[in-house]
């Protein structure tokens, strides 16, 4: 096994997301496969002989109104058949999850099962322990192309050379688009800018995670917080928002109070520069190793406050580093992890919508039973590519 990765193993969104490992909150069609990854988790640093800050530590989901509190506890209805931790709270109970917590709230829903691992460690981790194991890991390594004979997949073509190979996977999250374009592919893909930050390391505080309408927290290994603006992120405006704006239409009607839109810089360096290259020039996986984008400083430093209204005890921890990422997401927030009918020996795992560190040890081992044509640990049918293709209009469940 080959990996080839343009910049370094965990410079984009793998080391970029909030950390969190939860099943609760999933959309139905994705809980099976979240619940695998959370087994896959628990037993990760003893199966590699690594770090990866792995450590259950329960989540939360506020509620500021009984409105709200409904809204959450309706998820319980979808938990229900896998027979999770998953339950509704009240107020007492919050209060003793979230030591320090000076703002009332009426309830939550809460998984103790759920908890966190390091998004800059665990990759890096993984991807260690697979090269002890004899995989092939090539970082500055971008893969400019698939080459196919008969139909089928031949070879990639890198920056370094050609592997021959007759199966490829996708995993290019924020370029998986540009990359199967000229592989006659139209997947939907489109990014939403994520904005976190840490703190220095404080004493004290709450080990649970939590999530409320103005801050997402959650302690780190190092003994600081990560922390997150509880909206949705900014939806930068680029030309692949006006191709598949159709395709987005239910997402961003159920997103709308959440999502920022906004037009700028982006728009341009994508009409300029995110298109596919003859696989005999520099491609924009090299013009670019490592997508960097600019942080959201007034809603980073939103988050910041809310947390620190939250729990004034911690308000003088230091602010180290603020960062985002780019979420790739589809028009149903549900992945792609799927074989690619119309060119065998394709594979794409992509897409999962501001959920894949958590999930991605389930969807690790999908994707590579699928591969290998053996029986799949869940049901894959929910992440196969061709919902975008065969008339199935793939959108968000409502209120989810
Ligand atoms: N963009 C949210 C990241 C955390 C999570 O959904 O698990």
């Excluded at 004979?149 to 021959?164: D, K, L, Y």
């Excluded at 939907?188 to 800018?193: A, G, I, S, Y």
């Excluded at 065998?344 to 999908?366: E, M």
Aim: charged share 20%; with cysteine.
């Amino acid at each position: 096994m080959t990996l080839c990765e343009k910049g370094h193993v965990g410079g984009e969104q793998s080391s970029r997301n909030w950390g969190w490992c939860r099943k609760m909150g999933r959309d139905p069609r994705e809980i099976p496969l979240s619940i695998e990854a959370l087994r896959l988790w628990s037993g990760m640093n003893a199966r590699i002989g690594l770090e990866t800050g792995f450590r259950t530590t329960g989540i939360l989901y506020l509620a500021e109104s009984e409105a709200q509190m409904a809204d959450r506890a309706a998820w319980l209805d979808y938990a229900r058949p896998y027979q999770l931790d998953s339950r509704a709270i009240g107020p007492a109970e919050v209060d003793a999850l979230l030591p320090g917590n000076t703002r009332p709230y009426v309830g939550a829903v809460y998984t103790a099962s759920d908890g966190r691992a390091e998004p800059q460690k665990a990759a890096p981790a993984i991807a260690a322990a697979a090269r002890a194991k004899g995989a092939i890991v090539l970082q500055n390594c971008a893969v400019r192309g698939v080459e196919t004979a008969g139909g089928r997949v031949s070879a990639v073509v890198t920056e370094r050379g050609r592997i021959v190979t007759s199966q490829v996977v996708v995993a290019g999250g924020a370029w998986s688009r540009l990359f199967t374009l000229p592989l006659g592919l139209r997947l939907p893909q489109l990014k939403v800018r994520s904005t976190v930050l840490r703190t220095a390391p404080v004493e004290g505080g709450p080990t649970t995670a939590g999530w409320t309408n103005a801050v997402a927290w959650r302690k780190r290994l190092d003994g600081g917080y990560s922390l997150a603006n509880g909206h949705g992120g900014i939806a930068d405006i680029v030309p692949d928002s006006f191709r598949f704006f159709l395709d987005f239409l239910p997402a961003l009607r159920a997103e709308w109070n959440s999502l920022h839109l906004r037009l700028g810089a982006r728009f341009v360096e994508e009409f300029l520069n995110w298109r596919p290259a003859a696989l005999d020039e520099v491609s924009p996986y090299e013009r670019v190793r490592v997508l960097d984008p600019e942080p959201d400083m007034k809603g980073s430093l939103a988050a910041k406050k809310a947390f620190d209204a939250n729990f004034p005890q911690l308000a003088g921890a230091r602010v180290e580093q603020h960062w985002a990422g780019m979420i790739d997401a589809t028009p149903d927030a549900v992945p792609v992890i799927s074989s690619i009918d119309t060119m065998p020996g394709l594979f794409v795992a992509t897409g999962f919508s501001g959920h894949g560190f958590g999930i991605g040890p389930g969807a690790g081992r999908l994707m590579a039973e699928l591969v290998r044509g053996v029986t799949p640990v869940v049901d894959p049918t929910p992440f196969r590519f061709s919902r975008f293709t065969d008339g199935s209009k793939p959108r968000p469940i409502a209120g989810l």
